[in-house]
């Protein structure tokens, strides 16, 4: 129940608020000096807001006002004042007074001010409860694993932080690269204001830098309004730059003012914007070949590379697939309403001798094929389809030509993985590591369509 406190010398002006608020369903409680008022809410601590008139003999409203904001200032502290002190309730709003109301005044216009309060608090608890729950989910703790190289992750991630230091993760696709730039940032003093996810792979040239600097209206043609840009989104938090060897080299050398100068001009604009933004970057590529070829920048590259986390392939972390599997069975349990209850030995040995091309995604995407499709209570061998199981083809025996054995292969691959994906193409095409454009030019020439 939102408490109030009405503070007024004038006894019967109190008296009147509090049988107000009583019949819109609030609970208030009376005083009538500021000393009374500043002791009780120091003492109660119950209340969400202090109603108090400025003009009072002992400590007035004003006082009133700076000491609750010094002690609780999670309290909001509506000031009443007459039209002789409206100058003192702008110096009240300066101080950190939610409201003022001028007496005489209407009982409904106290009740507005009131519920405009009331419903600010409640969003601002509703902000800070999702903001908590985001946080806990991207903590490193949920980054699961008990293996040596899982732990080092663990460590690199704890000690880095906090810090400001750019970092860049490698790792193939599906090892979780965005799980632990995203720890990273829910860690680190940055939490509280936005990460935001560029994929540096999704985008032609033109469309990465203006996704990534805004465009001013008319910069080239369909900019019919201007756009501010990841960057200046993600301003005093975190950009999390996925497959950064994909941009430009054009896009590269704005990145470099970035790191260096903290500063950029928007696609068709000439004036510098300032940002403060931390830069994780991922990649699923050889960066130190691209630069030796001459495709990614040597001085971006050492920007980037000031602090450098490998994540391991699956097939290099075995040990941990037991605990992946039994997470994303509870997960999964729950997004499908279901109740599978575990998995046997014989399909976590089948699970712990696969090689795993598309790493801890492609597992999260089997366990969850086999709670779906599991008919008992255990998952099994025979719940698990794993694709390379089913690329069984002969070895150029055959007296077909060589391209078509080819198609073959990739064909049956393509059928395999949209099977393990439940048709999802998108989750295919980065398993397979393909854009999503070149898998459906795939699904055409395979003849590949319908349900699988």
Sequence with gaps: MKKILVVDDDLAMGEMCK??????????????????AIEKVFMDGV??????????????????????KQQTPQIAVVVMTSYGTVTNAVEAMKLGASDYITKPFKRDELVVVIEKILQ????????????SELGEKYTFGNIIGESVKIKKIFEIISNVSNTEANILIQGETGTGKELVARAIHYNSARKNYPFV???????????????????EKGAF?????????????????????????NGSLAVQAKLLRVLQDSEFEAVGGDKPIKVDVRIIAATNADLEGYVEKGQFRRDLFYRLNVIRIFLPPLRERTDDIPLLASH????????????????????????????WPGNIRELENVIERAVILCKGKVIEPED??????????????????LQELIDQVERQIIINTLELTGADKEKAAKILQISRASLYNKLNKHKINGPL
């Design 19 to 36: 049988e107000l608020l009583k019949s819109k369903g609030y609970t208030s409680d009376v005083v009538t000096s500021g000393k009374e």
């Design 47 to 68: 209340y969400s807001i202090v109603l108090t008139d400025l003009v009072m003999p002992d400590i007035d409203g004003i006082e009133v006002l700076k000491k609750i």
């Design 120 to 131: 600010m608090q409640r969003l601002e608890g509703e902000v800070d409860r999702l903001r």
């Design 197 to 215: 996810k560029v994929d540096c792979a999704a985008l032609t040239e033109t469309l990465l830098e203006s996704e990534l600097f805004g465009h």
């Design 221 to 245: 043609t369909g900019a019919i309004k201007d756009r501010i840009g990841r960057f200046r989104t993600a301003d005093h938090g975190t950009i999390f730059l996925d497959e950064i060897g």
């Design 328 to 355: 994303f069975l509870s997960i999964h349990n729950k997004k499908n309403r279901k109740t599978v209850e575990g998995i046997s030995r014989e399909a976590l040995n089948k699970l712990m001798s696969y090689t």
């Design 384 to 401: 698990i389809p794993l694709y390379q199981e089913k690329t069984d083809f002969p070895l150029g025996l055959s007296g077909k030509p």
